[in-house]
């Protein structure tokens, strides 16, 4: 009786401490991540100082930052890349595709100059990281994913940190989601030969598209496309750009 009463004390003293050691391990990584999140932002202040010239923004939007300094990026990126997720570059996703570097988030997400009531269309779900940060500004994120398993995989890490106002589509994005145009703002994160028209349309009047558009593995021009009141379209190049290309039976 005495041994199994001394067996069920120790058991329960490897499991409290057990327990105790994987929250302290817990806690250490969040402080990990942490760091290394605000070193990203850093980094991607001192870029978009230097991009000045090109991009005509010294600095990003205090609503901007905060949302990329919320997001947590190494809940969406493989296991094997965890360990980067928060340098300021682009990392492998599989199936060929990558994140893109938190800098080219941050301009992206700048440039379509969103707001909290609007609702965004992105063509590229790839990790789901775009996405997280817009839903952090605006009022409903609509995604589009050719690529099944990413589409899949981005959608349950989305569900997992609750971005409850992300909604993602497995389907070719050339053709946009009518469904719920138009957009306040569209957003592509992959490199289009030319505009796709049913994005154009599925704009609203005076609505943003940002978009790559360039020769496939080629440098590309990050364009931002302003649709005016009366429907009328312009385009203004703001850097050079590398994307992977925007794939599909287009």
């Known amino acids: 009786m005495k041994f199994i009463l001394s067996y069920k004390i120790s058991l329960f003293a490897v499991l409290i401490f057990w327990m105790f050691q994987s929250f302290f391990i817990s806690a250490s990584f969040a402080d990990d991540y942490a760091i290394k999140r605000k070193a990203m932002i850093d980094a991607i202040s001192h870029d978009a100082a230097l991009a000045e010239s090109a991009t005509g923004i010294k600095k990003f939007s205090p609503m901007v930052m905060?949302?990329?300094?919320?997001?947590?990026?190494?809940?969406?990126?493989?296991?094997?890349?965890?360990?980067?997720?928060?340098?300021?570059?682009?990392?492998?996703?599989?199936?060929?595709?990558?994140?893109?570097?938190?800098?080219?988030?941050?301009?992206?997400?700048?440039?379509?100059?969103?707001?909290?009531?609007?609702?965004?269309?992105?063509?590229?779900?790839?990790?789901?990281?775009?996405?997280?940060?817009?839903?952090?500004?605006v009022r409903s994120v609509f995604t589009m994913e050719i690529v099944e398993p990413l589409g899949l995989r981005a959608r349950q890490a989305l569900k997992f940190l609750s971005y409850s106002n992300v909604e993602v589509k497995i389907g070719d994005g050339y053709y946009g989601w009518e469904e719920y145009a138009p957009f306040d703002a569209i957003i592509v994160t992959a490199a289009a030969s030319h505009i796709p028209p049913p994005l154009v349309r599925q704009l609203k009047p005076g609505g943003r598209m940002v978009i790559p558009v360039g020769a496939q593995f080629y440098t590309q021009q990050l364009l931002l496309v302003t649709k005016d009141k009366d429907g009328s379209v312009r385009t203004r190049q703001i850097l050079p750009v590398v994307f992977v290309p925007l794939t599909g039976k287009h």
Not at 75 to 94: C, F, Q, S, W
């Open 66 to 137: 905060e949302a990329l300094g919320s997001v947590p990026r190494h809940e969406m990126v493989p296991d094997n890349v965890k360990k980067n997720a928060y340098e300021n570059r682009p990392l492998p996703i599989g199936y060929g595709q990558t994140i893109s570097q938190p800098f080219i988030v941050a301009l992206m997400t700048e440039l379509l100059n969103v707001g909290k009531d609007d609702n965004v269309l992105e063509i590229g779900t790839g990790s789901g990281y775009q996405a997280a940060v817009l839903a952090r500004l």
